[in-house]
């Protein structure tokens, strides 16, 4: 969490028998003897790197999108706990083949998990199909869903998306506990797709070590939507892997303000800022705050040197 850059075999029944589905998924779970988290423990998933076809713009930035917005929203569910992405790519390097089967087996034999995500679509001509699959430990079901509509709908389909994911997932596992609040699962990412479009490139260039690059397209989807959260996050992922933590600070603090509790990775950055400027009263502060809304201890990381960016732009 954080800015750290982040023989199968089973029915898959269609869409329109959701309830159908949902009741195999859960019977096939308890009949192969799939591990079930007792009650008050978090269920454990990844969503794997999602394949859209789509044009090669498009193609470009909406797999990443699509997978970046479901983790987020199933991660505002408590009772899940999501495994960090660097892991998941890792796992999935040694991955033999690169069908959905192949990617989950990947996954279930090298990360502890309950639970894998596997989704892919379609854009063509405006139109958008996406399909998501849940393969659950060892028992290896899986059951899909889809939906359709158009690339203007893309948050609305993400909300469809989220509650058939979310109903298949509790029928697995019943002691799973209903969202505190489903309200927040239907948060949308950005209030357009263009604003989200520029979002996901920025993040995409992050992760793939070019903060620079990627400052002019967050930048551009900031002036868009002034309130964007993760266009701030983002912003400030910039200026920490430049080592100007002040202003990472502010941009992490800008984010609080329009949410404090989207994403508890916002306190685990500036933990990581305020240790870059030996401030330990508010290290701990920003600590304690990661540490008691995740659950986890805040893991420990590289600090870049203060000043990073303005030494290499002179």
């Avoid at 998933?45 to 076809?53: E, H």
């Avoid at 404090?260 to 920003?286: H, I, K, S, T």
Wanted: proline share 5%.
């Amino acid at each position: 969490m954080g800015w750290g850059v982040s023989a199968f075999a089973g029915s898959i029944p269609v869409y329109g028998e959701a309830n159908v589905k949902i009741a195999m998924l859960a019977l096939a779970a308890i009949l192969t003897g799939s591990a079930v988290p007792a009650s008050g423990q978090a269920v454990r998933f990844a969503v794997a790197p999602c394949t859209i076809t789509a044009d090669p713009r498009t193609t470009e930035w909406l797999g990443a999108g699509v997978v970046f917005d479901i983790e987020k929203r199933l991660e505002r569910w408590s009772g899940f706990r999501s495994i960090n992405r660097l892991k998941v790519r890792g796992a999935l390097k040694a991955a033999a083949g690169s069908d959905e089967q192949a990617v989950a087996r990947a996954l279930f034999e090298r990360l502890e998990l309950d639970s894998v995500v596997t989704l892919t679509g379609s854009c063509l001509n405006g139109e958008l199909e996406l399909r998501a699959r849940i393969w659950t430990g060892a028992s290896a079901s899986a059951t899909e869903l889809r939906v359709k509509g158009t690339l203007g709908e893309l948050f609305v389909l993400h909300d469809r998306l989220i509650d058939e994911l979310g109903s298949g997932l509790r029928s697995t596992y019943p002691r799973l506990q209903a969202p505190d609040k489903p309200n927040r699962l239907h948060i949308a990412p950005a209030k357009s797709v263009e604003a989200y479009e520029l979002l996901i490139r920025g993040m995409v260039a992050l992760q793939h070590g070019s903060p620079k690059s990627g400052r002019p397209i967050l930048e551009k989807a900031r002036e868009l939507e002034p309130d964007l959260w993760w266009s701030h996050y983002f912003l400030g992922a910039v200026e920490f892997h430049e080592g100007n933590f002040e202003k990472a600070i502010e941009r992490c603090r800008a984010a609080i303000a329009l949410d404090p509790n989207l994403y508890a990775g916002v306190y685990a950055n500036l933990a990581y800022c305020y240790q870059g400027m030996a401030d330990e009263e508010r290290f701990q502060w920003a600590k304690d705050e990661f540490e008691r809304r995740t659950g986890k201890d805040l893991p420990q990381r590289s600090l870049p040197s203060p000043g990073l960016g303005r030494a290499a732009s002179k």
